[in-house]
């Protein structure tokens, strides 16, 4: 069964900072992972996805995240925080498409992001 | 930029109402999708839907819910019979293709109260 796991519930920088994300996940299958951002009263938008392809995976804001099977990890990182990255962080597991049909996507708890000045 | 739309915003209703929480899926998407978050819960996989019929469907998704593509924009969630655990943020998704990778668009969410 697939399942993950966000270590962190909260996580505190300031402004120019480095953000470090942490993210475990489980799969029996090849998995596509991703990191999902949700700013208050806002949607759901996706960051960055893993699909099989380059481990180290850029998105969009200045996100990246690498997936490392050996550690069943898929981290996200950011070299320097700014202001607008509060928010609440989600790491996400699908099978992917090689599982046929089955496209429904398995989400950890959040990871609230808050930046200081 | 084409985005996932959902209606209302926030429903409030008393228990036992009939609830149809509305969403408007990308255009060219073939797949859709109903999540639910409960205030300090993960987001929960409902169903998902594909070819006018429900190809996955989780152990939330009973009988007191069903989906409906009623005019080929519009896709619906309705809760029969409302209780007060059904309050809870409920998002909508669509997603392109099998061909490609799993990728969801999400709409903006439609905050379910039941008192």
């Known amino acids: 069964a697939q399942s993950v796991t966000q270590l962190d519930s909260h996580v505190s920088v300031s402004e120019g900072t480095p953000v470090l994300l942490r993210c475990n996940y489980s799969s029996s299958y090849s998995p596509s992972l991703f990191w999902y951002v949700q700013h208050p009263n806002k949607g759901l938008q996706l960051l960055l996805k893993?699909?099989?392809?380059a481990t180290l995976v850029k998105g969009i804001n200045g996100f990246e995240a690498e997936f490392k099977k050996s550690e069943t990890s898929f981290h996200l990182t950011k070299p320097s925080a700014h202001m607008s990255d509060a928010a609440e962080y989600f790491c996400v597991v699908s099978e992917g498409h090689y599982a046929g049909n089955n496209r429904k996507l398995i989400w950890g708890l959040g990871t609230s992001l808050a930046v200081n000045p | 930029e084409p985005e996932v739309t959902q209606t209302p915003s926030h429903q409030v209703t008393q228990m036992g109402q009939e609830v149809i929480l509305r969403c408007v899926p990308i255009s060219n998407h073939l797949y859709f999708y109903w999540y639910r978050q409960i205030l300090g819960q993960k987001v929960e996989f409902l169903v998902s839907?594909?070819?006018?019929?429900?190809?996955?469907k989780s152990e939330i998704f009973d009988d007191q819910f069903s989906v409906e593509r009623p005019d080929g924009s519009n896709f619906t969630l309705k809760i029969r019979s409302t209780k007060l655990e059904d309050s809870a943020m409920y998002f909508c998704?669509?997603?392109?293709?099998?061909?490609?990778?799993?990728?969801?668009?999400f709409g903006p969410g439609t905050r379910l109260t039941v008192l």
């Open positions: 893993y699909t099989s392809a």
């Open positions: 839907f594909y070819n006018n019929e429900i190809s996955e």
């Open positions: 998704a669509s997603s392109e293709s099998l061909a490609g990778p799993n990728e969801q668009f």
